[in-house]
């Protein structure tokens, strides 16, 4: 979720002073050893070996990796990196590329219609909001494939998978890519387009007679775009509260008129929705990540006084979560004044949730669900283990945040869908805390346990919600390295484990001088620390990112303490210092971010770095996606290079393994408004659609012969 125009995420708010792993390895007992010995002692290696293990390393990857315990084992060999053409500044080729005996092909691009009486996009930027209403969005991101007609066991590997709905997020805008001139000049009809090129695109797809080519229906019944102005409705224990009375506007293209009080239980759209997750009884998760970029106060401590909410804590909590007095990254505010939070401070409080829809339902309402908290969201991935009690998984991404996780307290009714809709209301959100020894503790963020009592500012579980990320700070959760997608291992082929893996993108921060450490009142501004390394972030400067993983005790979702090693150090086994060369018998990556199991048990990761080929991925190129085995963190191997300056993200596959959906964002980005595609034209570079600018689009892959995708 980089590129040129989006935010770094480089606040530190919570630093801790546990020392490095290394030094913990010493004193742990061998079960805990046996766990993390093989995520360090490969890095060992690589430092002493250099080159020629890296040479060794490369040649041992092109073979294909056997099955094992819950694993399938990787069929492919994995293909080289996409690097820097010094002659012309660009990567080597603007193109998604994969192993021999697949095939890339776009399916759907920024523009496309998707919905009766959407118009085909136009080239020249000159579309309006009204266009972009019906049209895919820009800058797709977390996404998941729905089989229909809808199936109660939608996992079935053996079912024909012919038809489905595809939901797919869209991150972010690049407003000089969005309008002909930029934002040269705001005006609210820029905003508008902004705004509803933001949210999530429902999309109906299906396979033709060949078994292999998938297309979009145009004129789907299924077919919606939900925007940064769609209504929806609060539940959970925030609906109702003071918190969430902001301001009510009637949103017209012409503008925002302020027409009263919100109930308290409605909200209007959705933005920068990231990362994603489902639930088993068939319903979309789409998460609001950086959505502090779209408000700005620029009275400062000046606000307009609310009833029932102190105007301290406003203020504090703009300062928690990145409100900016000014220089705002979107200057919606400046013609929108729902966005402006000195005259509507409230409105933060209804964003920063994970948002429920319900795919097969064009008429059903989107629901925000509070119980699951309020912060960063990336990702909400479930497990349901033998009991049928359901948790889900979520990263706070920024640097020094927190991993979260969401327990429901009746559990799943597998007889019954409608038994299960209000499941995401009711239940306990944990924090986690990862203890130097190879433990770690869920820390309730409970009203009235942990400190979270009225004398340190929390007064109802609503306000523990509402002001999640100081509550985490209260009751000293660990502090990461910008946790992103999570991604939960499938029970398969014997494997018994609940074992979680989250992606660590990097931190450069980390370890830096002089330290400094934030206040636990959660008062302190954003930015202003450089926290030390502790045992699950053991790096400084953590320019290459890392994956951890966890696995329950006791094989079920309600316990609250796990074991946890770190997965994989990231990393460029030619770089000359040891804290950057990672640990990679196979190819290497740096920035992970997307992750996902297959059905099958292979690992996919995806990474966000700046896509240039140069600097700290010189000999790493493009971003990637890769497939790793579990088994042996190790042994991972690449599957797909990307065009220039772009990220690879959203990850979502067909039950039957046959079909796999990835998103390409930021295509190009570096390009200017005067000169779209200097920096190259994709997916026109790939065969689609006519030149003009570069599109972010989603991307069909398929196997010539028919197969299982990595197999």
Known sequence: MKGPLHPKNDKTLNPSGNESIRDVIGRVNMKRRRFIFTAVGASVATVLGNVTIRGLLQTVATSPLAPGMGFAGIGFEGIEPNLLNPATGLLEKDLVTVPRGYKAQVLVAWGDPIMPGGPNWSSDASQDAAAQEKQFGMNADGMHFFPMPRRQNSRDQNQTYNQGILCVNHEYTQEHFLHPDGLDEVSIEKVRKSQAAHGVSIVEIS?????????????????????????????????????????????????????????????????????????????????????????????????????????????????????????????????????????????????????EIDPYNPRSKPVKRTAMGRFKHESAQYVLDDNNRLAFYMGDDERNEYIYKFVCSQPYNPQNPSANRDLLDYGTLYVAKFNDNGTGEWLPLVYGRGGLTPENGFNSQAEVLVKTRQAADRVGATMMDRPEWTAVRPRIGGYQEIEVYCTLTNNNRRGTQPESVNEADGSSKGGSASPPVNAANPRPDNRYGHIIRWREDGRTVAD????????????????????????????????????????????????????????????????TMSCANPNDPREIKRFLTSPTDCEVSGIAMTPDGKAMFVNIQHPNSRGTKENPTSRGNWPHSQGYGPSGRPRSATVLITRDDGGIIGA
């Open 207 to 355: 396979k033709d007679n060949s078994g292999n080519n998938w297309s979009v229906n145009p004129n789907s019944r299924y077919g919606r775009r939900i925007t940064a102005n769609t209504e929806m409705r609060i539940s959970g224990p925030v609906a109702g509260s003071d918190f969430v009375k902001s301001k009510k506007f009637n949103i017209k293209p012409e503008g925002s008129l302020e027409i009263g009080v919100n109930d308290g239980y409605t909200a209007y759209g959705t933005v920068n929705n990231c990362s994603n997750g489902y639930t088993p009884w068939g319903t979309y998760l789409t998460c609001e990540e950086n959505w502090n970029n779209y408000f700005t106060n620029p009275l400062g401590n000046d606000i307009t006084p609310v009833p029932g909410v102190d105007k301290s804590d406003i203020l504090q909590g703009q300062n928690r979560y990145g409100i900016a007095t000014s220089n705002s990254r979107y200057p919606w505010a400046a013609a929108d004044p729902r966005f402006d939070t000195s005259t509507n401070p409230l409105e933060p409080h209804l964003f920063g949730w994970v948002v």
């Open 560 to 623: 609250t303490t796990f074991n946890w090693d770190i997965f994989v150090e990231c990393g460029d086994k030619l770089d000359s210092d040891p804290h950057h060369v990672g640990n990679i018998n196979g190819d290497d990556l740096s920035s992970p971010d997307g992750l996902r199991f297959d059905d099958f048990g292979r690992l996919w990761i995806q990474t966000d770095h700046e896509g240039d080929g140069t600097d700290d991925v010189a000999n790493i190129g493009s971003n």
